[in-house]
């Protein structure tokens, strides 16, 4: 079952804040971050486990909270590169396929 | 820093034949994967690859499809007889080389239209 994502999509100014979220309905390993830009793969940007860590670098940061099976990312101070498709995608075990979301379009703007 | 490569970039094939995509995972890596995106879709799992023998399969993976990894460097997706929803975006994706959990690292993608 795919993970939820919310919001669909988010439209911000350069340097604003935004908070994508990423759900399931099943007990979750893993939580892998992506984001694609238009006509590109898929570029990983973290993979965070159970055990709620927290991960981060540069202005993009993550959560797992494994009891909620929630995982949120965070994007601070928005740079115009951030523009693109954010997925989630669980799994299970370590070696697991990932199971991706429908993903959040994010366009920032100058 | 190592990267997954794929051929061909963008492949166009008539309705019923026979396509093979390839890719190169990167190389210490111990488990691959096939995904596709339909054009402004999610990514989709299809297979995964451990020990030169799948591991799992999607619904989508049917008897149409087959993977091979012929060598030590190259894993082959092939679609026998394509049909037109099988137009998509196929992109290969490695991970794994000891301890764990795994970044799964994504090629570039083929480009598969089925006219």
């Known amino acids: 079952q795919q993970p939820v994502q919310s919001p669909q999509a988010v439209i911000l100014r350069e340097g604003e804040d935004a908070v994508i979220n990423c759900s399931s309905s099943k007990a979750l390993y893993s939580v892998h971050w992506y984001r694609q830009k238009h006509g590109e793969a898929p570029v990983f940007l973290m993979i965070l486990l159970k055990g709620g860590e927290q991960k981060g670098h540069d202005k993009i940061s993550a959560s797992f909270n494994e009891k909620k099976q929630q995982s949120s990312l965070y994007l601070t101070a928005s740079q115009l590169s951030y523009s693109g498709t954010y997925f989630c995608g669980t799994g299970r075990n370590r070696d697991d396929k990932i199971i991706f979301g429908k993903g959040t379009r994010l366009h920032i703007l100058p | ?115």
């Open chain 2, 1 to 115: 820093e190592p990267e997954v490569t794929q051929t061909p970039s963008h492949q166009v094939t008539q309705m019923g034949q026979e396509v093979i995509l390839r890719c190169v995972p990167i190389s210490n890596h111990l488990y691959f994967y096939w995904y596709r995106q339909i054009l402004g879709q999610k990514v989709e799992f299809l297979v995964s690859f451990y020990n030169n023998e799948i591991s799992e399969k999607s619904e989508i993976f049917d008897d149409q499809f087959s993977v091979e990894r012929p060598d030590g460097s190259n894993f082959t997706l092939k679609i026998r007889s394509t049909k037109l929803e099988d137009s998509a975006m196929y992109f290969c994706a490695s991970s794994g080389t000891s301890g764990g959990p795994y970044e799964q690292y994504f090629g570039p993608g083929t480009r598969l239209t089925v006219t």
